[in-house]
T-cell receptor
């Protein structure tokens, strides 16, 4: 079954509002990666977290890896229309990456 | 810089027909993957390869076969297509030299089985 779950599945926000997606794994992960997929496009790598409790920022995006290395979150501050897309987390076990179910973000202008 | 190229981009098959999806990468990557993407299911791993001549099963391998005869190519075959295999298929590759490397995805193949 699905080893990495994400919530929520869909999120609609007004432009300027914040957005958060959560990723949860049933097992401990070696690392976690985040990808963004624009509508009609393919997943594109955003960032990777490796250490327990690690926090990384990319402009308005903040990524966090849980202390137990079983969960992660992506927070976007003051969303813009360019943030529209589906955000996936991907947890690594051995050479395989297990992708989460994704969160589809719609930003209403 | 082509990156990861998938062919074809679109295909309609009749139930029972066979086809092969081709993935080619020009980055000399060791690891290659085939995923399928369905609404609400995210990306599910079908098969993967850690090097030329090697393949392994992922989460949902049934109904698919793969081959990695050349390092740059990873083929996904459907021997007898079924409507449940209607999906968008993505190929990805990444270097095998270190553990923590990003995956590069192809543009996807949209397959419809009628």
């Amino acid at each position: 079954g699905q080893q990495v779950m994400q919530i929520p599945q869909y999120q609609h926000v007004q432009e300027g509002e914040d957005f958060t997606t959560y990723c949860n794994s049933s097992t401990t992960l070696s690392n976690i990666q985040w990808y963004k997929q624009r509508p009609g496009g393919h997943p594109v790598f955003l960032i990777q977290l490796v250490k327990s409790g690690e926090v990384k920022k990319q402009k308005r995006l903040t990524f966090q890896f849980g202390e137990a290395k079983k969960n992660s979150s992506l927070h976007i501050t003051a969303t813009q229309t360019t943030d529209v897309g589906t955000y996936f987390c991907a947890g690594r076990r051995w050479v395989q990456f297990y992708f989460g179910t994704g969160t589809s973000l719609t930003v209403i202008p | 810089n082509a990156g990861v190229t998938q062919t074809p981009k679109f295909r309609v098959l009749k139930t029972g027909q066979s086809m092969t999806l081709l993935c080619a990468q020009d980055m000399n990557h060791e690891y290659m993957y085939w995923y399928r993407q369905d609404p609400g299911m995210g990306l599910r791993l079908i098969h993967y390869s850690v090097g030329e001549g090697t393949t392994a099963k992922g989460e949902v391998p049934d109904g698919y076969n793969v081959s990695r005869l050349k390092k740059q190519n990873f083929l996904l075959g459907l021997e007898s297509a079924a409507p449940s295999q209607t999906s968008v298929y993505f190929c990805a590759s990444r270097p095998g030299t270190t553990e923590n490397t990003e995956a590069f995805f192809g543009q996807g193949t949209r397959l419809t089985v009628v």
